[in-house]
């Protein structure tokens, strides 16, 4: 009579603890997993000493805020980079915008673009290169939109070879691809604030 009278009776509790830890137990850590790996850096090619590209913007300095104009509160579209150092093998580039929300575990892609051809001029609101799926799930550049300031990395690689993926692809995949066949990698750092 009294388990008739619980809101759940002591025997499903015990079912449901034991769904509870099963679930904690399998997938947390598969979820991990996947953000780690998601948010690792792909291997520079075997035998070849890692390079350093110079990443810089016309719109704004390293470590200082991306304006207003690259943002999701402006006209959403990606600020133009100057890339130099691009070795003479480099068959493509690639650029990955992503706000560290957790660094090292989790973060937030913000633009997804390759198989760019190795110039030293990527253009304001570019359309060349295949444009991947963002955290949005959209294709494209999508811009700033914090609460509270954020950092953005805006990293550029130089391939020895062009990628053979489809434009639904995201963050991951694309990494992946990029496994050894990374020449050289720079960086550029904004900040934005509402």
């Not at 992503?98 to 253009?123: K, M, Y």
């Not at 444009?131 to 509270?148: A, E, F, L, M, T």
Request: net charge negative; glycine share 10%.
């Amino acid at each position: 009579m009294k388990d008739e009278m619980r809101f759940w009776p002591k025997k499903k509790w015990k079912q449901a603890l034991l769904v509870a830890f099963i679930a904690l137990i399998i997938v947390v850590p598969v979820a991990f997993g996947l953000m780690g790996y998601v948010n690792s850096e792909p291997a520079f090619k075997n035998g070849v000493p890692a390079a350093v590209l110079a990443v810089g913007s016309p719109a704004f300095e390293d470590g200082e805020p991306i304006p207003t104009k690259y943002t999701a509160l402006g006209e959403n579209v990606n600020p133009p980079l100057i890339v130099t150092g691009i070795p003479m093998e480099t068959e493509s580039l690639v650029v990955v915008v992503r706000d560290p929300i957790v660094p090292g575990v989790f973060s937030w892609t913000h633009w997804v673009v390759w198989n760019l051809p190795p110039i030293e001029d990527i253009a304001e609101n570019t359309n060349v290169g295949i444009q991947g799926i963002n955290g949005w799930n959209r294709n494209g550049y999508g811009g700033p939109d914090p609460v509270g300031e954020r950092t953005y990395i805006f990293t550029v690689y130089a391939l020895d070879d062009t990628l053979n993926l489809s434009a639904d692809s995201g963050q991951g995949a694309l990494l992946k691809a990029m496994d050894n066949h990374v020449l050289a990698k720079g960086q550029l750092t904004g900040t934005y604030q509402k």
